[in-house]
């Protein structure tokens, strides 16, 4: 079937790294843009990144910009999302999404159980 499974987020302190991976099964990720967004308790869905299907264009929320990293490897039917400086503000479930066509809106095909990320000292 059609999943699509996160993996890697954890418990790190204020400044530190990691990088969230996720993994498609059931389709390839060639034809879909394919982002992560992100929801914490009493806060609204915040989209955090976006590539499209080449990997020729990505996007940021404004919040995330200089500090993450999305990238994909279609050979692997993978996406990452590399995550440093890491604020508490980050901590929240983050979700992957595949999207037929371009980086717009949020209009997710298909989309992840999540991972959860805590930043805390």
């Known amino acids: 079937q059609v999943q699509l499974v996160e993996s890697g987020g954890g418990l790190v302190q204020p400044g530190g790294s990691l990088r969230l991976s996720c993994a498609a099964s059931?389709?390839?990720?060639?034809?879909?843009?394919i982002g992560w967004f992100r929801q914490a308790p009493g806060k609204e869905r915040e989209g955090v990144s976006c590539?499209?299907?080449?990997?020729?264009?990505?996007s940021y929320a404004d919040s995330v910009k200089g500090r993450f990293t999305i990238s994909r490897d279609n050979a692997k039917n993978t996406v990452y999302l590399q995550m440093n400086s890491l604020k508490v503000e980050d901590t929240a479930v983050y979700y992957c999404?595949?999207?037929?066509?371009?980086?717009?809106?949020?209009?997710?095909?298909?989309w992840g159980q999540g991972t959860q990320v805590t930043v805390s000292s």
């Open positions: 999404y595949a999207q037929w066509g371009t980086c717009s809106g949020s209009d997710y095909d298909y």
């Open positions: 059931g389709f390839t990720l060639d034809y879909y843009a």
């Open positions: 590539i499209s299907s080449s990997g020729g264009s990505t």
